[in-house]
């Protein structure tokens, strides 16, 4: 399937999860069309990028190792994605990714993820917190932050400070995750 032919394809894909599932495991069965799918990602002036960031997310939840030869190119451009609609699937993604590196079972992505990577991960983190944007995002970001600060010690007193800050000001939604991450870092 060509890439013209790929983003055609996007027109069909809704908000539902079966249909995002459907797309994704079109994706899964023939992995070589994930550089595609990424590439209508990073389409960040389209509205289609949007489905294309929902199917990427799902790929990346159920097979994450898929972005380990895109690492690059995904970590250089998330920085772009300004679409509500497009954030909060790749700020998934980046927690997935946080997620994995912070395993105590040893996996491919630690080895690959370089430190070039996950600095690209942590500023776009803090920007998504401490910018205008959604809830959904800022939580993926608190999740990614605490993941990652492990790394960089720099990060959890950077995080406590944002969370503590906007606690009084945030949605309930994020007071409940800003609580469950302080308990996390307070510890």
């Not at 159920?62 to 451009?77: E, G, K, R, T």
């Amino acid at each position: 399937m060509s890439i013209d032919e790929f983003y055609s394809e996007l027109n069909y894909v809704d908000a539902s999860r079966e249909n995002r599932l459907k797309y994704a495991q079109l994706v899964l069965d023939d992995l070589t069309l994930f550089p595609k799918l990424i590439e209508l990602v990073f389409r960040v002036d389209d509205k289609l990028s949007c489905r294309a960031a929902g199917i990427f997310e799902f790929v990346c939840e159920h097979y994450i190792y898929a972005i380990v030869p895109y690492l690059d190119l995904f970590c250089s451009n998330i920085k772009n994605v300004h679409l509500d609609s497009a954030m909060r699937p790749v700020a998934k993604v980046c927690h997935f990714i946080a997620q994995e590196s912070n395993s105590k079972q040893a996996n491919t992505l630690q080895k690959v993820l370089k430190p070039k990577h996950k600095e690209q991960l942590i500023e776009v983190c803090f920007d998504w917190m401490i910018g205008n944007h959604k809830i959904a995002p800022k939580a993926y970001a608190m999740d990614t932050l605490f993941n990652l600060g492990y790394d960089y010690p720099w990060v959890h007193p950077q995080l406590t400070q944002i969370l503590e800050k906007d606690f009084p000001l945030q949605s309930a939604g994020y007071k409940a995750r800003a609580k469950r991450i302080l308990k996390k870092l307070n510890k």
